[in-house]
C-alpha cells in the first residue's frame, strides 16, 4: 500500500481514573467520522503521567488490555497508546501496539524522566520495537525518549533499507515546554528522513501540571501536515503517503553519510 492513514486523539485525561478515561475514549473512537489504519491515544491514556503505579497498574491480560482489543477488533484498526503494567515485581510504562486480530507488540519506555521521579517508581526498557503496517515500519517511543537522538537514530541498510518510515511518540509533554516538543518532533523526521507521530494530551493533571497537546505529523521534511490546534479537543486523521517518502528519500540522500555507529 502507498499510504497510512493515521488517527491522533487529542484529548485531557482524568487524573488517575482508569473507568472515566475508558469510557471517554470509547465514546471518542465510536465517533470517529473515517476509516483509520492507526489510532494513537496518549501516553498513560488510563491515568494521565503519575509517579503511584502501585493500585493503578495492570497485568498485561488486564481489563485496559482488553478493552484495546474490543476497540481495534470494532475498528478494524491497530490502538496504540502507554499505560502502566505490572510486570512480575516491576512496574513499566509500556506502550502497547493492539492489532484488530488481537494480537500486539509492546514496547517499554526506555529514558525515564529523573526530573519527576519516574525512575524511582518504574523500569526502563531495553529494546527497541519495530513494527510493520501496510509495509510502513513504525518505531514507538515514549514521551521523554524524544529528548535522545540517538536511541530515536534511523540506518539504512544495503539490501534491507531503512529501519524504519515513522517515528511514533506518545506523551505527556508540559504546555511550559512545548516549544522543545515541536522543535524536536521536527528535528528528529529531518534527521531520519522519515514521518513522525507525536501525540500529546491536555488538560491539567493532579500535579496542576498544564498540557497543550501541540500534537502533529511531521512529513520527511519537517512540515507538519496536522491540522490539530494547541489546546484543541479534537481527533485528525492524516493520511501519509508512501510515495512522497520514497520519492523524498530517493532525491535527496544524507543517508549515504549517516555515521555508521557501532552501538547506541
Known amino acids: 500500500m ?3 492513514t493515521v488517527t491522533l486523539v487529542q484529548s485531557p485525561l482524568f487524573w488517575e481514573d482508569r473507568e472515566k478515561n475508558l469510557d471517554m475514549f470509547t465514546k471518542k ?3 470517529l467520522e ?5 489510532v494513537v491515544l496518549p ?3 488510563t491515568t494521565g503521567f503519575t509517579m503511584e503505579p502501585k493500585g493503578l497498574a495492570e497485568p498485561m491480560e488486564g481489563k485496559t488490555m482488553q478493552w484495546m482489543r474490543d476497540q481495534a ?3 478494524g484498526c491497530v490502538v496504540a497508546g502507554s499505560l502502566i503494567i505490572q510486570d512480575k515485581e516491576s512496574f513499566y510504562n509500556r506502550f502497547i501496539w493492539m492489532q484488530a486480530d488481537g494480537n500486539y507488540y509492546s514496547y517499554d519506555k526506555k529514558h525515564l524522566f529523573s526530573y519527576a521521579g519516574e525512575n524511582k517508581n518504574y523500569t526502563p526498557g531495553t529494546s527497541k520495537t519495530i513494527i510493520e503496517l501496510n509495509n510502513w515500519k513504525i518505531m514507538p517511543m515514549i514521551c521523554y525518549d524524544l529528548r535522545f537522538p540517538v536511541w530515536s537514530r534511523n540506518r539504512h541498510t ?3 533499507g531503512f529501519d524504519f518510515d515513522c517515528l511514533l511518540y506518545v506523551a505527556n509533554w508540559p504546555a511550559s515546554r512545548s516549544h522543545v516538543w515541536r522543535i524536536l518532533l521536527m528535528a528528529r523526521a529531518i534527521e531520519n528522513q522519515c514521518y513522525v507521530v ?3 494530551r491536555l488538560g491539567q493533571d493532579g500535579n496542576d501540571i498544564d498540557y497543550s497537546g501541540d500534537s502533529a505529523v511531521i512529513d520527511p521534511t519537517g512540515e507538519n501536515i496536522s491540522s490539530l490546534l494547541p489546546f484543541e479537543e479534537k481527533t485528525d486523521t492524516v493520511v501519509m503517503t508512501r510515495c512522497s517518502l520514497d520519492s523524498f528519500r530517493d532525491s535527496f540522500r544524507p543517508w549515504v553519510d549517516w555515521d555508521n555507529f557501532q552501538s547506541d
Not at 34 to 38: G, K, P, Q, V, Y
Open 158 to 160: 544495503e539490501g534491507a
Open 34 to 38: 473515517s476509516t483509520t489504519d492507526l
Open 198 to 200: 507525536g501525540l500529546n
Open 73 to 75: 477488533s470494532a475498528g
Open 43 to 45: 501516553e498513560m491514556f
Open 29 to 31: 473512537l465510536q465517533g
Open 2 to 4: 502507498q499510504h497510512l
